[in-house]
């Protein structure tokens, strides 16, 4: 798929220069292939290098290729390691014979750093992209390693040229890869096509097909229509945020689709299409504009979009005039109906900090949430508005950390935090609201007072703490305990025993005349955290049994042998 698509790229740019020529002789047209020869083209693609298919897809290409056409080709890359300097005119501007461009690619050996806007640049001076038309078609399989800016390039080459576009084919990208590439193409007016798999070649493929399908004959420099977007009208375009253009025809077709003429991410796109009517859709953050357009190829104009939209940034505190929440927070956005009776809809959901979003005008709720704190606000967006809302949660913060003993270190393993509700409910219980077991939690609550336990092992304490708006609290929590290890001695020779289950209880007996168990553990030396006091300690082992008494204050750490009769 990934060799069908390059060839009709590479076709279309050719040939729809060609047809853009205002009379009806055969112009062949100019054009510069720039083809990526780093190193990293011997990655593999379903077994197969990079190298090879490019190799191949020329190849193909050429078999059917008319002489007449004036090709040139440049590489980079292909001659040093480490050079942002290694950029060749390997053929020029000429009809050459098919197989001199076969052979010519095949010499390329893929091993040095990836140069492409140079090279580009390089290719549109080639071609004298400042005083007549001039294509360029860059094929690559990764960003820009050299230091340029391809979408400053893109920008230069724009604002010079008479009639300058880059078609550029991306093939086998990583996501992060993508943006640089397709502004070096949709700045200049050309065509980013991505090779990622059958799927998204095909749609690409049917979106050349269609644009070939749509080219009209138009003057030997055509105009260069551009599109904008706006909040308002009046306003100046958008500049600064990314914007997705779809261009079709105005009529649906009898699938009841609209027939794609191109696609596009740039802000201020540029259009050569011949005279005639086009339906142009607008997509940015959260607004989609679709409005109709006339191109007159005899006096290009900028067709402005009205999006009759607004820009909302959102911004919360834990209370007004304190401190800017920056993490632990997310966003919910919802639309309000002008019927107060009427549900709201579900927008979007952010955890960025401090989120800003496009909206149609119109009414929306958001709500802030850090913690288990919500606070909600509703806007009233205007065409054109430009907010800044703060949110106030009424909030501050707990920082916890339990200890044995008051000053004593903290503790590490095996502890849980519960903020339960304030009141127990009719069967005298508390209603968990949240549950940490990191030995250093942070929780963020609402002004007010909060009840909370703690526990390690079998000790538990119960606590409550004052919340105030915008202050962080740091509190140790003393649990009056003590942690100790078990260890079972054979009396008959000392040696520490294996297998051992070890039973913890209440000292004397209940009203039932039982012993209340406290803890339990099948492990042979387990380690307990225990609150201060005297515990009984039944030992088993096999069949036999041994009890032993203990006392534990707060603060101990320390090792316990009992010796045990073993069992045969």
């Given at each position: ?43 593999k693609v379903k077994g197969r290098t990079k190298v090879e298919i490019a190799r191949e897809s020329i190849a193909r290409l050429m078999k059917a290729w008319d ?182 025809a105005t009529e649906r077709g009898p699938d009841g689709t609209y027939k794609a003429i191109g696609k596009y991410r740039h802000v201020n796109p540029r259009l ?250 099948s492990y042979h030396t387990p380690g307990f955290t225990l609150s201060a006091g005297r515990y009984r300690v039944v030992i088993g082992h096999g069949g036999t ?24």
């Open positions: 798929m990934w060799l069908r698509l390059f060839l009709a790229i590479f076709v279309f740019c050719l040939f729809h220069d060609s047809t853009l020529a205002g009379d009806q002789s055969r112009d062949p047209g100019r054009a510069i292939l720039v083809l990526d020869a780093s190193g990293s083209m011997w990655g002489p007449e056409i004036e090709l040139g080709l440049i590489a980079y890359g292909h001659r040093r390691k480490g050079d942002c300097e290694d950029i060749e005119l390997v053929l020029p501007v000429a009809r050459h014979r098919p197989e001199d461009v076969v052979n010519a690619v095949k010499r390329l050996n893929a091993r040095g750093k990836t140069p492409l806007s140079a090279a580009v640049k390089r290719a549109a001076e080639t071609l004298g992209y400042s005083k007549e038309r001039a294509t360029v078609i860059l094929i690559s399989d990764g960003i820009e390693t050299c230091g340029m800016d391809p979408c400053a390039v893109a920008e230069e080459l724009e604002r010079v040229g008479v009639a300058f576009t880059a078609h550029v084919i991306g093939f086998d990208l990583k996501k992060e890869e993508l943006a640089n590439l397709q502004c070096l193409a949709e700045g200049t007016g050309g065509m980013f096509i991505e090779a990622v798999d059958a799927v998204s070649l095909t749609e690409a493929l049917s979106t050349v097909e269609e644009s070939v399908a749509a080219a009209s004959p138009a003057p030997r420099v055509p105009p260069a229509s551009r599109l904008a977007a706006v909040l308002k009208s009046g306003m100046a375009p958008l500049d600064n945020q990314e914007i997705n253009w779809h261009v079709t050569r299409l011949g005279t005639g009517k086009y339906r142009v859709q607008v997509k940015t953050g959260l607004v989609v504009a679709e409005t109709v357009i006339h191109i007159n190829a005899e006096n290009p104009v900028e067709h402005v979009v009205n999006l009759n939209a607004g820009r909302l940034t959102l911004v919360g505190y834990y209370k007004e005039g304190g401190e800017r929440l920056n993490k632990r927070t997310s966003w919910n956005l919802y639309a309000v109906g002008a019927d107060a009776d009427a549900k709201r809809r579900f927008l979007d959901y952010t955890n960025a900090a401090d989120p800003t979003y496009t909206l149609s005008a119109g009414s929306y709720q958001v709500e802030l949430q850090s913690g288990l704190v919500q606070a909600a606000m509703n806007v009233d967006l205007k065409p054109g508005d430009v907010l800044e809302k703060k949110v106030f949660l009424n909030a501050g913060q707990v920082s916890l950390r339990a200890v044995l003993k008051e000053g004593g270190p903290p503790i590490q393993k095996r502890i849980h935090w519960y903020l339960t509700v304030n009141a127990p409910d009719k069967k005298g219980e508390y209603k968990t609201l949240s549950h940490n077991s990191s030995p250093l939690p942070t929780f963020t609550l609402g002004a007010g007072r909060h009840r909370f336990v703690v526990t390690a092992g079998s000790a538990r304490k119960v606590f409550e703490v004052d919340i105030e708006p915008d202050r962080l609290i740091e509190k140790n929590v003393s649990l009056d305990a003590g942690q100790v290890k078990m260890i079972a001695l054979d009396k008959a020779n000392g040696q520490p025993l294996k297998k051992v289950r070890w039973t913890i209880t209440r000292p004397e007996k209940n009203d039932r005349g039982a012993y209340d168990r406290v803890t339990y553990s049994q041994s009890v032993s008494m203990i006392s534990v204050k707060a603060g101990d750490n320390k090792e316990i042998r009992v010796q045990v009769q073993a069992s045969p």
